[in-house]
Nanobody, 114 residues
Framework: QVQLVESGGGLVQPGGSLRLSCVVS????????MAWYRQAPGKQRELVAS???????NYADSVKGRFTISRDNAKNTVSLQMNSLKAEDTAVYYC????????WGQGTQVTVSS
């Protein structure tokens, strides 16, 4: 069973930066499209960014130009660099396959507040 372990969240002021990481178990990581999702309180989980096996990134309009998704196939890791953070980026962030598994990791909390 694939395991997803997210880390890197925290409390940051508006305009600040954070880098999230997700370690993914399994031998097929390098050929699997991956994604970051987030869920804010009272809202549905939404797709933030995705990355193909060939490392092409795609972004939600709300984060385009501020967030960068990347992957390191040697380390089975997908990362999300988040710059110019806004209060509305506050959420629990999850990584998963681009077509999500039926289960999720524990996520990592990102809070943007002064």
């Amino acid at each position: 069973q694939v395991q997803l372990v997210e880390s890197g969240g925290g409390l940051v002021q508006p305009g600040g930066s954070l880098r999230l990481s997700c370690v993914v178990s399994g031998r097929l990581f390098s050929i699997t499209d991956m994604a970051w999702y987030r869920q804010a309180p009272g809202k549905q989980r939404e797709l933030v960014a995705s990355i193909t096996a060939g490392s092409t990134g795609n972004y939600a309009d709300s984060v385009k130009g501020r967030f960068t998704i990347s992957r390191d196939n040697a380390k089975n890791t997908v990362s999300l660099q988040m710059n110019s953070l806004k209060a509305e980026d506050t959420a629990v962030y999850y990584c998963n396959l681009r077509i999500p598994l039926r289960y999720w990791g524990q996520g990592t909390q990102v809070t943007v507040s002064s």
